[in-house]
């Protein structure tokens, strides 16, 4: 089993940044390919970004591209999302994703954390 509990959300103003970072504990986090998807009010769960085990290559949905940037610190077991010229559209609950692979993270993740909360406001 992996844990993953993330921290970060809150409430940010069109045009602003937020990091948000997600700690993983349980099994190796090394071995696993992480990521992350957002589900907005009413809408469904959607893919947002990935990462490789070990090269460190990256993924991103065409909605964030340029803006999101995802990278990992396997010294600190932790993933991190830096988020940068927010739209109000990005407002959603923010999951952080483990998987055995980057294909497996951004199609149906092996494990979820709880979610936290990014509202932008205009």
């Known amino acids: 089993q992996v844990q993953l509990v993330e921290s970060g959300g809150g409430l940010v103003q069109a045009g602003g940044s937020l990091r948000l970072s997600c700690a993983a504990s349980g099994r190796t986090f090394s071995n696993y390919a992480m990521g992350w998807f957002r589900q907005a009010p009413g809408k469904e769960r959607e893919f947002v970004a990935a990462i490789t085990l070990s090269d460190d290559r990256t993924y991103y949905a065409d909605s964030v591209k340029g803006r999101f940037t995802i990278s990992r610190d396997n010294a600190k077991n932790t993933v991190f999302l830096q988020m940068n010229s927010l739209k109000p559209e990005d407002t959603a609950v923010y999951y952080c994703?483990?998987?055995?692979?980057?294909?497996?993270?951004?199609?149906?993740?092996?494990?979820w954390g709880q979610g936290t909360q990014v509202t932008v406001s205009s």
């Open positions: 994703v483990a998987g055995t692979s980057v294909y497996r993270v951004g199609v149906t993740p092996d494990y």
